[in-house]
C-alpha cells in the first residue's frame, strides 16, 4: 500500500496543485478543510503518512497547530506551507516540532523529498512503537518469579546469584530462565537485555 499523505488546506487551488504533485510521485493523498476536520476524522496514526498543512495564518498559529495535534494523539510528521517569507517562521516551526517548513511557490524535489524523509521517520517510529507494545504485552504475561528472574538475568547475575537472592535453587532459576526466554521469544541472554532496554527496563532508578 503507498504511503498516504493527508493535505489540509482550505484553498482548492493550492489544494489540488499539492495532490497533483503528489500523486504524480506515488502517494495517496486524502484532504481536508481545516485543522479541526482532520482532528474529527481521526486519522490511522500507524499507517506510514505525514501531513502538509498550507497555512495563511499568523505565525503564532504554527507552534498552536504542532501543539494541538500533540495533544490530541495525532502523531504525525507535519510539514507546512506558507507564503510568508519570513526566516523566524520557518525556525519557529522547526522548534515547534514541524518535520519541515516552505514558502511557496515549492521547490517540487525539495517538496517531495521532505514528504519521503518525514514517511520514512513515521514508518520507523511506527514500527519501534509496535515492537515496544508486542514486547511489554509478552512482559504482562510473565509471572511474579519469572519477572524477577527477566530482572535479575538482564543486570548480568549468574543462576547461582539468582538463586542465592531470591532464596531458591539453581536448578529453579534454570527453569524459571528457560519460561522467560520462552515467553519473550528471544533465544539469548543478549537479544532479552536488549528487549529490555527497548521496554525501558534497565533505567538507573529500576531495582
Known sequence: MSALVHIVDSDAASRAGIDRMLRASGYETRAYLSTDEILNHRPDI??????????RGPDQSIPDVVDLFCKAGL?????????????????????AGAEDFFTTPV?????????????CRHRLVSEQESRVRVGLTRLRQLTRREREV??????????KQIAFKLGTTERTIKAHRHKVMEKMQVRSVV???????????LRVDNP
Request: charged fraction near 30%.
Open 191 to 201: 537479544e532479552l537485555v536488549t528487549c529490555a532496554e527497548r521496554l525501558g527496563q
Open 46 to 55: 500507524e499507517s506510514a503518512s505525514c501531513v502538509v498543512i498550507d497555512t
Open 150 to 159: 527477566f530482572d535479575l538475568v538482564v543486570r548480568g547475575k549468574m543462576n
Open 107 to 119: 521547490e517540487p524535489d525539495e517538496f517531495i523529498d521532505a514528504i519521503g524523509r518525514a514517511i
Open 75 to 95: 502523531n504525525l510528521p507535519v510539514i507546512f506551507v506558507t507564503d510568508q517569507e519570513d526566516v523566524r517562521l520557518g525556525i519557529r516551526a522547526i522548534k
